[in-house]
């Protein structure tokens, strides 16, 4: 077994691996730019090596720089974690020349399964099913368009070399390939060195489903289940879970053996993911199509650990020192289930805008990687089945220049149903302040009646959120437990401040009565001794509260329910169960001056285009004195390696342009007026 390896990677991965590294008595060294200097996958590795400044392309992405560090720390192997150099089959030669072992697949495999239009060849000519498309070189736009129209809309771009939903572009007609060929050139450029794009037919009402794959040196692979991975937003998965609610026994059987015979084709070892797409309306299960193989680790693989009990990590470390596989297909259970959900810097209600900056408050349910604690045991369930995997930490940084993820959350349950309850839950005492971040919106995806129901694809997302996201919407019991909650912290505030201004020498008597208004209706919430009534009717209330509590935690009707309070000038803002909720809260007796406060009316921003985040200007499509109509594409903005097309809210004409291709843009950076 070796005794050190070096993790090309940072964030959490890196702080996974080093975790199952430090279990198996081995010594880690870990690799960092400018940006990572300071977090906590560098102070958990016994080394650490400066490689570069913040962009990966002169850091994380030059493999010399990588070997230089194995050598000068005696590193015997290279974990490369996922994105960045692991599936570059250049990096792998590179670290054999060395004589340093990679901690992955073999050579071969990478190039034939990494490369997605000669891994469709290859899955064509062992007889697997793919989707019907273009495989080969696509010369220019024009081409594009005439392929598109041969295999009808509508169709799916890819950057051939592309991953992690980069480099992806859905056209439903003529117009949406002349408008994203070359952006899906540019972002596989741009993320893998790599401009090639092929085009195939996109499936309706797609499942996305995956099987992990774990092989050795010496010939033995299995199939551990599958993922469903159906919900994406920009083609990037948010939520997976294992196993499926669709897959059936036989279909996990065909699909598990055919992704198999696919990896013994190239003699593969070490841990690897078939990417299959599943027709939901073939209620059969026969219609799975390969998209591809990632050789590597993936993004999800917490919620196989939790199902098998097997430590990923741990296998393809085995594997590469060159150790047989203890298990068999038969040993391969399924014990329970497990969900993840992806927390990242992104704003649901600013249409997911990207966001970057200081984490000024981070607090995860349960104790994550980034806790750096010697004595922890890994587990792939967590604690009582809540498992947090970050690389963040209070006061840390979210930059620009890598992935917006700051953690992912993963539960176990004895049932579907009892892990995503347990996703809710902990989403609720998840604690992040400094800058935008998803946590509702994953939380509504679990409590959304179509995700309980199972019927998921991948445009999810799309067909529920049509108009955005805004949190939420609350039940009437939720509605009953937060007034009552919002009736005790006034009380409490009310008690206090009486004190402080010494017209009260003792507590206020009860009942205390308030009228509580939320999404413009009323509740009446009155707190006696031993009770709450809540519109007439009792409910249980046990909770403490002191002023500036930010997160507090209540027993309500034999429920836990945190909630995430802030002030307002008429009450408070609760963040629970996915939705901020915005509660007026006034003295009965005085309630209805409510009616007779004025609204303030935001400014009419429509004639500026406005930069929605922090990101780099690509290009600016028109010219002062130009004329536009409404929906025009009139500049591209890249952020998080992604370009998003940022388009005239009406027509008019440009007055003032404010900024050039090249610039580096802030949020709200004013990109030109219009007249």
Known sequence: MFKKILIANRGEIACRVIKTARRMGIATVAVYSDADARAPFVQM???????????????????????????????????????????????????????????GPPVNAIAAMGDKIESKKLAMEAGVNVVPGFVGEIEDTDHAVKISNEIGYPVMMKASAGGGGKGMRLAYSEKDVREGFEATKREGLNSFGDDRVFIEKFIENPRHIEIQILGDKHGNIVYLNERECSIQRRHQKVVEEAPSPFVTPKMRKAMGEQCVALSKAVNYHSAGTVELIVSGADKTGESFYFLEMNTRLQVEHPVTEAITGVDLVEQMIRVAAGEKLEMTQDDVKIDGWSIENRVYAEDPYR????????????????????????????????????????????????????????????????????????????????????????????????????????????????????????????????????????????????????????????????????????????HRVALGDEVVMVDGEPLELAMEYAPGDRLIEAEVDGETLHVKLALTRTGFEMNARGAIHVLDVLPARVAHFADHMLEKIPPDLSKYLICPMPGLLVSLNVEEGEKVESGQPLAVVEAMKMENILRAEKAGVVAKINAKAGDSLAVDAIILEME
């Not at 970057?356 to 104790?367: A, D, H, I, K």
């Not at 010494?502 to 205390?512: K, R, S, Y």
């Open 45 to 103: 590795a016994d080394e650490a090596v400066h490689i570069g400044p913040p962009p990966a392309a002169e850091s994380y992405l030059i493999a010399e720089k990588i070997i230089e560090a194995a050598k000068q720390t005696g590193a015997e192997a290279v974990h490369p974690g996922y994105g960045f150099l692991s599936e570059r089959t250049s990096f792998a030669e590179a670290l054999a020349d060395a004589g340093i072992a990679f901690v």
């Open 351 to 522: 249409g997911f805008l990207p966001s970057t900056g200081r984490l000024s408050r981070y607090l995860p349910p349960v104790e994550g990687w980034s806790d750096n604690d010697p004595d922890d045991v890994y587990t792939g369930r967590g604690v009582d089945g809540i498992r947090v995997d970050d690389g963040v930490m209070d006061g840390g940084e979210v930059s620009m220049f890598y992935d917006p993820m700051i953690a992912k959350l993963i539960t176990w349950g004895e049932t579907r149903d009892e892990a995503a309850d347990k996703q809710i839950a902990a989403l609720d005492a998840f604690e992040i302040d400094g800058l935008g971040h998803n946590i509702d919106f994953v939380s509504a995806i679990m409590q959304h009646p179509r995700f309980r129901s199972g019927e998921l694809t991948t445009g999810f997302i799309a067909e529920e959120y049509p108009e955005g996201f805004e949190g939420a919407p609350p039940s009437a019991d939720l509605i009953r437990k937060l007034s009552a909650v919002a009736g005790f912290v006034a009380t409490a505030r009310a008690d206090r401040a009486r004190r402080v201004d010494g017209q009260l020498a003792e507590t206020l008597d009860p009942p205390f009565d308030w009228s509580v208004t939320l999404n413009g209706v009323s």
